[in-house]
């Protein structure tokens, strides 16, 4: 896992399956926890980490309800969580979804917990809106399109925007069976303005970036969901992202937009 420094107040890790990033922010003595790596080391080493940085976790806050995102509860098991009222909803009409998908992973992969994931009830966050951590304020946007569900959260201190999973730089836009590619794009409107004004971008999967590379992925990923639209499976992917993988999420993609 690697883990970077953003800002004084902001680290994030990366976990070394799906780079699925961490993001911990902190302000007045106390920090959130937004979103998870993935594998159980990496969790354990987490508490560890960002006590030696000086941040102490009080809370969880999660970009949307994908399994992969909600493991934050290994690392600080007695953290409440905060969503978004979509990413709640989706959480309560879809019990026990996150632990049979992370029990399908770990299965696949022989990979061990120490315990079933429990998730607790989740706090339900004004979205758009603020939450306080510590004496500063987060700023949460909807940010829903990859899934039904979701947030992104703009740190104004330290003009960081952690998206969740939109701007990745190793993923196409992915549409979930519960996703729309009209929200998608919507959701890139909405963050068009606060990808000008960052400093730097975190998705939800692959490395943090700059606000310059975050602006010229939008316009690509746009460009890609818009053409998904009109031609289907014949749109073409973006440069950098066609790997068999990323052929694969298109095809099923484009088979749902049908
Ligand atoms: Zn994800």
Redesign the pocket.
Known sequence: MRAVGLHADVIVATSRV?Q?TCTLVRSGGEAFCIDSPVLPDELDILPAMAGQAGFTVVGLLAT?A?W??LLGRYAFPEAPLGCSDTTAARLVNEPGAAQRELRDFDERFYVERPRPLSLPSAQRLPVPGKVEVGDLELELQPADG?TEDGMAVWIPWARVLVC??YLSPVEIPMLHPNGSAAAYLATLKRLEPLVDEAERVVP??GEPIDGTRAAAILREDRAYVEALLEQGEAAKLPLARRTAEQRRIHAENARLVA
């Open positions: 799906y699925t949307h994908d992969d995102h990859h969740g999973d939800g999967h």
